[in-house]
């Protein structure tokens, strides 16, 4: 049956732009900027200091360690897989910063190399633990975190010593000077852009787009020539990488303590889940993981400002991980209805009757039995 | 988690298959424990220390104690296939339910005691609730479960307060030869968890659930009530955990479990005891061998002096380890025509 | 006519999201006896046995017990009923005895507790019953042979019982000699007055075994009655031919066959033998055969899936190892795969990521250009769709399998493979791939292409080869009929000169 017309061009996106914008903004993913703002309605009002530039600002410089780890956890969770080590990587770069800079600034960039290299390594080992060793990721991770701080602890002799020159700390603490109306632009804020659009634009190429697929469905993936093990590894890598950065900005401004970054990869992973991307993988945006960051720290402000204890903070993730995982799977297609024959197939009109055989069906409907034979 | 029937044997070899696998997982774990024994065994001589002295297996007995306890529990949750992550924070939750009530005094004792229990039995039920009605995995779930108790301990309790009773202190320290009363009680449980996974009905349909959830359900089995039983006794395993961590210290505490990281130990124990993470497959039996290693392994390398640290370093190396190689050895193939399938190749071959 | 039934089908019909897979089929089985279900691919055998298992409810039609109307809207209904099935694939836990699985649900009990004592007696005594006295009830059900298996199926069915007992193509994965022991089996089944419908593509065991035979084809029955009126033959003819229609698009002018690009010789891995085969530039050829033939396997060994572990390959004159996918792609070649929602597509995301998936995850130098020319392969395929940012989730079948195409065509390759290209696809959409097809040979590509649709098959294939058993059972020309292909596919004995 076909038409006799031409066909028009498929246009690259559906709708206006506007009506893109819309669309976008109901999904979790897109909800999440919409949460942002609306929570920061709230604070402000809750705090009208809070609306000022200079200390908005320093509330986003604040954030942006957490932001940044959270892009990091975007591409394992985004590949189906967890890393819960990030908290131990976090550790152990500080402590290396602690200790191997010392009070002597040249050491500054050698130093940052060698953690650089470090968190690299330590994801490489967690990618290929998952995926040659087959071992599940939170297990490769949480052993990691485990290995990780005993290691660390061992080799430092259990105490961190004491605070790196003043120089190094200036990352995470310091900022650009004397700019108008905001007063100061912390360093902090300048790295997350940096690393907020380089994430997004590695989403955007080759390597990003086979990320997604990965954890979309892993077996297509590999039937069209992906090398799977490569893609997540490298998610992985770039996820310690993330929290390597994450914690030289918490140098800056939190010191060098043995607590220091300690279940921060629960945050991460809160604010990823808050960010609306699936886990189990192939869906979300890497922006929207870092605005989820916000959304949680904007959350607990708020619940400061309301008297309630900043203890009760594990208390708001656990409660907002249960929540997203078990909603935002299903909001992603709420109001997005499939076209009439989405799953199934359309069989045309029979035009003669020798053509009507029947066509099978795309696929049985999922049999909650094992008994599907596929074929019949 | 799969219907797929495993490799055939070829034509020849049908007579011997019965027992073709030279050791079950349990016997394996068994037989590795031996081996460490003996090894800690020498080792401990050479530091002029007796391994099987009093002293030294009653510090064993009493290490294991905690640590089974928590993994009994978390093998009941991982055989139906879930998991659990929260039990450190009901362990500490117990310390402090149980601490707060008994307040030092004997006569409260019974009452600390089951409102910590009930305390437990209710988180448990919240998680497989979770897990059940919500259909969120159990890792997430309790993940949250615990990170909320967390929250609550943080809040509440700024240090350790609460007190033991001195009854339950006394029955914390003492013991029958070279082990504690704790750790008997231990073995006792363990014994009736296995028993009941053997002749009940509900230890069958556990493991129909975890090993295959759409085969049980063709066969009529309601697959959501083993999930929520197993999360139950979890949390009240957990809960005999922070009890006995309570006659231990005397206090209540909000982080001596996570302190202890229970959760992965438990897990770890739990894996090295031969039962599968994807559930359906495994034994108490397996469990307490895991524990048991652990605990030997943390008794030689105190008595060695390595340092703690280093300790931690080579558990986590072990848990990634013992996951890996269970993994491989229940690898489902595909049944091959003509020779024998290869291994690695089947990974990319998922289909019906 | 025998008076005794235990089992009466009326006006079975069943569909799927508007397509109709059985129409008014009757089936009537009588205790003792064994009565045979036959049909090509896609007949409807499989649905009828899920219904009558219970797995499925009939849209229309009528299932009568021992006289009595019954309904199953659960398998354990039909269970309890005395209508038992052994699937293709069984339901058995790997992890836990033979005993265990076959009481699964109903655990005998004394004084509360679970008996295991009475169970594993009692699943001796069903084992017994069948024959077989060496399997011991306390052995896992994953130690066992899958033949062996099967057995642990059909005591399960036996124990409930069952006045009914579905075997749906039991000897697909059995050994000539576990074909005995199946047989001697089901002997002493009937010898208890149970009725067995059994479903093969085996003609030598239906016409062993059977005493009535039900043919269906497209959904309908053909014929029911005695095997002792039927030949192999007779059989096959029934089972197929339909008038070809010129549906199938011609060749496209100037299309020449060329050197060879694809050649096997004597290869083989563990679910194919000894396959001699050549693809040649322009050419079409369909690989015919019936399910679990290997044919799937074979493409998927020459793309590097699950590799061969003996004999060679050789591709545009050169030999060549392909050990993976990724090697396929970059010795350009390609695999249409058979599921497309399984393993051709990522459901969640756009029809651009997923036509440019294969291309940016290779070959990612021809990203840029693959990029460019997308909007022209879509249209040329007519694709219809709201825009390239759509998710293929929310496409038509015949559209989602036409991204797939594109996803292939963008990596430009010199061998393309596919697997049941058409299945489960709308009319107008198999024109398109027809289509395409053609301009595939037309423009030097050598096409081998996998279909269980006869007229297919021989609609579109420069020659045919055919598979049986994980071999190649032979060759045809262009001008073979469904019932020689069906005839090389059974193994069954023509007639010649069939119509």
């Not at chain 1, 804020?189 to 690393?195: A, F, G, P, R, S």
């Not at chain 1, 989403?203 to 590999?222: F, I, K, T």
């Amino acid at each position: 049956m076909t038409t006799t017309a031409l066909p028009r061009a498929i246009p690259v996106h559906q709708g206006t732009t506007a009506q893109r914008a819309l669309r976008a903004a109901i999904t979790p993913g897109g909800g999440v900027f919409v949460l942002v703002a609306v929570l920061l309605v709230a604070v402000i009002w809750s705090n009208p200091n809070f609306g000022d530039p200079s200390f908005l600002i320093r509330f986003v410089g604040r954030t942006a360690a957490l932001a940044i780890a959270a892009i990091g956890q975007y591409y394992v969770i985004v590949s189906g897989e967890f890393d819960l080590s990030m908290g131990a990587v976090i550790a152990t770069q500080v402590v290396m910063a602690g200790n191997l800079i010392g009070q002597d600034e040249g050491r500054i960039l050698p130093v940052m190399a060698l953690m650089i290299a470090v968190g690299a390594l330590i994801g490489f080992l967690n990618g290929v633990g998952t995926t040659l060793l087959k071992v599940p990721s939170f297990i490769v991770t949480l052993g990691m975190f485990l290995a990780l701080g005993g290691l660390v602890k061992y080799l430092t002799g259990g105490a961190a010593t004491g605070n790196p020159v003043d120089k190094f700390r200036q990352i995470g603490r310091g900022g650009i000077q004397d700019v108008p109306v905001v007063e100061v632009i912390p360093y902090s804020v300048i790295i997350l852009v940096v690393v907020a659009v380089l994430g997004a634009l590695l989403m955007r190429s080759s390597y990003g787009r086979s990320l997604l697929a990965v954890g979309d469905n892993p077996e297509a993936a590999a039937f069209a020539g992906t090398s799977v093990w490569w893609t997540k590894t490298w998610a992985f890598m770039l996820s310690s990488l993330a929290a390597t950065i994450a914690g030289i900005l918490l140098v800056g401004y939190a010191g060098v303590h043995p607590s220091v970054g300690q279940g921060y990869e629960f945050q991460a992973i809160t604010a990823v889940v808050l960010g609306g991307v699936v886990l189990g993988g192939g869906r979300g945006w890497v922006l929207s993981a870092a605005a989820g960051a916000f959304a949680l720290e904007l959350l607990l402000a708020l619940l400061t400002f309301r008297d309630v204890e900043s203890t009760w903070r594990n208390t708001v993730q656990g409660t907002i991980i249960i929540l997203a995982v078990a909603a935002s799977a299903r909001a992603w297609t709420l109001g997005r209805r499939p076209s009439g024959s989405s799953t199934g197939q359309v069989t045309g009109p029979p035009t003669a009757p020798a053509v009507d055989t029947p066509a099978q069906p795309s696929k049985q409907p999922p049999t909650r039995s094992g008994t599907d034979t596929g074929e019949h | 988690m799969s219907a797929v029937t495993t490799a055939p044997r070829t034509k020849g070899a049908r007579r011997n298959r019965r027992r073709t696998a030279p050791l079950t997982s349990t016997q394996l774990v068994y037989v590795v424990l031996g081996l460490i024994v003996v090894v800690s065994a020498l080792l401990t001589l050479t530091k002029d220390r007796n391994f099987f002295s009093q002293g030294n297996l009653w510090t064993i007995f009493t290490a294991m104690t905690v640590l089974g306890f928590i993994a009994i529990g978390q093998t009941l949750v991982i055989l139906a296939g879930s998991l659990d992550l929260s039990v450190p924070y009901v362990a500490s939750l117990t310390t402090l339910v149980a601490g707060g009530i008994m307040a030092g005094s004997d006569a409260n004792v019974i009452r600390g005691v089951l409102t910590a229990l009930a305390v437990a039995a209710l988180i448990g039920l919240a998680s497989g609730l979770i897990v059940t009605l919500l259909d969120v995995h159990g890792f997430i779930a309790t993940l949250g479960v615990g990170l909320i108790i967390s929250g609550y301990l943080a809040s509440n309790y700024q240090g350790s307060t609460g007190q033991a009773a001195e009854d339950l202190k006394f029955f914390g320290v003492t013991g029958l030869g070279v082990m504690p009363y704790v750790a008997i009680f231990m073995f006792v449980a363990a014994g009736l968890v296995w028993a009941a996974l053997r002749w009940t009905r509900w230890g069958h349909h556990l493991y129909a659930v975890g090993g295959n959830r759409a085969v049980a359900r063709m066969s009529g089995v309601r697959t959501a009530y083993p999930v929520i039983t197993a999360h139950v006794l979890c949390a009240v395993f957990a809960a005999l955990a922070g009890l006995t961590l309570l006659s231990r210290t005397g206090i209540g505490s909000p982080t001596i479990g996570s302190q202890g990281r229970y959760d992965l130990f438990s897990i770890a124990a739990v894996v090295l005891g031969g039962t599968l993470l994807a559930g359906g497959k495994g034994s108490i039996v397996g469990t307490i061998g895991g524990v048991a290693i652990f605990a030997v392994l943390d008794n030689v390398m105190g008595v060695m002096g390595i340092n703690p640290f280093l300790k931690d370093f080579v558990r986590g190396l072990i848990i990634v380890l013992a996951v890996a190689v269970y993994a491989r050895r229940s690898i489902v193939r595909r049944p091959a025509r003509f020779g024998h399938a290869s291994a690695l190749g089947s990974v990319l071959k998922e289909d019906a | 006519m025998d008076a005794a039934v235990v089992l009466v089908a009326r006006g079975m019909t069943k569909s799927f999201l508007g397509n109709t897979v059985l129409a008014d089929v009757d089936v009537v089985l009588r205790p003792s006896e064994v009565h045979g279900l036959v049909g090509e691919n896609g007949a409807g055998k499989s649905t009828l046995m899920k219904l009558l298992a219970g797995v499925y409810q009939p849209d229309s039609g009528t299932i009568e017990l021992d006289g009595r109307e019954v309904g199953f809207g659960h398998p354990v209904q039909a269970q309890r009923a005395g209508v038992s099935t052994v699937f293709q694939e069984f339901n058995l836990l790997p992890e836990r005895t033979i005993a265990e699985n076959v009481y699964l649900g109903r655990e005998p009990r004394r004084l509360g507790l679970v008996d295991t004592g009475a169970m594993n007696r009692d699943t001796a005594e069903l084992l017994a019953g069948l024959g077989i006295t060496h399997l011991k009830p306390g052995t896992l059900v994953r130690q066992l042979s899958v033949a062996e298996q099967q057995v642990v199926e059909i005591a399960k069915a036996v124990s409930f019982d069952a006045k009914v007992i579905q075997m749906d193509e039991p000897t697909a994965s059995l050994a000539d000699h576990e074909v005995e022991l199946l047989y001697s089996i089901i002997e002493r089944l009937t010898g208890r007055g149970v009725a067995i419908l059994y479903v093969s593509h085996r003609l030598k065991e239906v016409f062993d075994l059977c005493q009535t035979i039900t043919i269906l084809k497209d959904g309908r029955q053909v014929s029911s009655g005695p095997a002792s009126e039927l030949t192999e033959a007779s059989l096959v003819r029934q089972m197929v031919g339909r008038p070809l229609t010129s549906y199938f698009p011609d060749k496209v002018p100037g299309t020449e066959v060329g050197e060879v690009r694809l050649s096997l010789q004597g290869a083989g891995n563990p679910y194919v033998d000894g396959v001699d085969l050549t693809v040649r530039a322009g050419e079409i050829v369909g690989l015919a055969g019936l399910q679990g033939s290997g044919r799937t396997e074979l493409v998927e060994a020459v793309f590097g899936v699950h590799p061969f572990d003996r004999g060679s390959m050789t591709l545009d004159g050169k030999t060549v190892t392909v050990r993976s996918p990724r090697q396929g792609v970059r010795r350009r070649l390609a695999l249409v795969t058979e599921d497309r929602k399984a393993k051709g597509l990522a459901l969640n995301q756009s029809i651009l990521d997923n036509a440019l998936g294969v291309v940016r995850a290779v070959l990612p130098s021809r990203a840029g250009a693959a990029r460019r020319e997308l909007p022209g392969v879509l249209s040329s395929l007519e694709v219809s769709a709201r825009g390239l940012d759509q998710e293929v989730q929310f496409l038509s079948g015949g559209n989602q399998q036409k991204v797939v195409l594109a996803r292939w065509l963008s990596i430009e390759p010199r061998v393309v493979l596919m697997d049941e290209p058409t299945r489960g696809i709308d009319v107008g959409a198999k024109h398109a791939v027809y289509e395409l097809m053609r301009q595939l040979a037309a423009d030097g590509v050598a096409v081998l292409m996998v279909s269980s649709e006869l007229p297919e098959v021989i609609g579109m294939s420069d020659r045919i080869l055919v598979m049986r058993d994980g071999v190649l059972a032979g060759e045809l020309p262009a001008g073979a009929t469904e019932e020689q292909v069906l005839a090389l596919a059974t193994g069954a004995a023509t007639e010649d000169g069939a119509a």
